[in-house]
């Protein structure tokens, strides 16, 4: 199982800008960042949708 709080630390210490923070979603944490072209990248990993959480109803 991928560890994000782990690859982020680890990512910004190697110079890596971030958008966010790991986000906790119930079902997932997911954190964002740009590619040196630009592009968005969405890196996240499966927690509570392991054991049937999911994450809250948009509003």
Same mark, same amino acid.
């Not at 986000?23 to 592009?39: F, N």
């Given at each position: 199982?991928?560890?994000?709080?782990?690859?982020?630390?680890?990512?910004?210490?190697?110079?890596?800008?971030?958008?966010?923070? +790991?986000?906790?979603?119930?079902?997932?944490?997911?954190?964002?960042?740009?590619? +040196?072209?630009?592009?968005?990248?969405?890196?996240?990993?499966?927690?509570?949708?392991?054991?049937?959480?999911?994450?809250?109803?948009?509003?």
């Amino acid at each position: 199982m991928a560890d994000i709080a782990a690859f982020h630390a680890e990512a910004t210490a190697r110079g890596a800008e971030f958008l966010t923070e +790991p986000i906790d979603r119930k079902a997932e944490v997911r954190c964002y960042m740009r590619d +040196p072209d630009g592009y968005l990248i969405e890196v996240g990993q499966a927690t509570g949708m392991l054991e049937g959480v999911y994450a809250d109803p948009a509003p």
